[in-house]
């Protein structure tokens, strides 16, 4: 069975940095795609960016295009996701998930695999 590991969240000031990590344990991402989302009390689980395992193609939702970056490290089976310029909207829980290669990849539909959640704060 496969499992998400999510880490590296945590408190941070306005403007600082984190990276979030998502290992997989018990399968590769091949032909997988893998997600990160956010969730805060009483909304919906929102897109945060997605990466194609084969490929490498990215995809980032409109608030966190050009400060958040998505990339894998094969060897490690991990996806990372590096949060730079962090705002107190970015405050959430935010989890990884996987989906089979194929679209819509910006909504929770399809990801049938998802990790446990790291929290994100952000102080103003």
């Known amino acids: 069975q496969v499992q998400l590991v999510e880490s590296g969240g945590g408190l941070v000031q306005a403007g600082g940095s984190l990276r979030l990590s998502c290992e997989a344990s018990?399968?590769?991402?091949?032909?997988?795609?893998v997600g990160w989302f956010r969730q805060t009390p009483g909304k919906e689980r929102e897109f945060v960016a997605a990466?194609?395992?084969?490929?490498?193609?990215?995809y980032y939702s409109d608030p966190v295009k050009g400060r958040f970056t998505i990339s894998r490290d094969n060897a490690k089976n991990t996806v990372y996701l590096q949060m730079n310029g962090l705002r107190p909207e970015d405050t959430a829980l935010y989890y990884c998930a996987s989906k089979p290669n194929g679209w819509p990849l910006a909504t929770t539909t399809g990801y049938n695999t998802w990790g446990q959640g790291t929290q994100v704060t952000v102080s103003s």
């Open positions: 018990g399968r590769t991402f091949t032909s997988y795609i």
């Open positions: 990466i194609r395992w084969t490929g490498g193609s990215t």
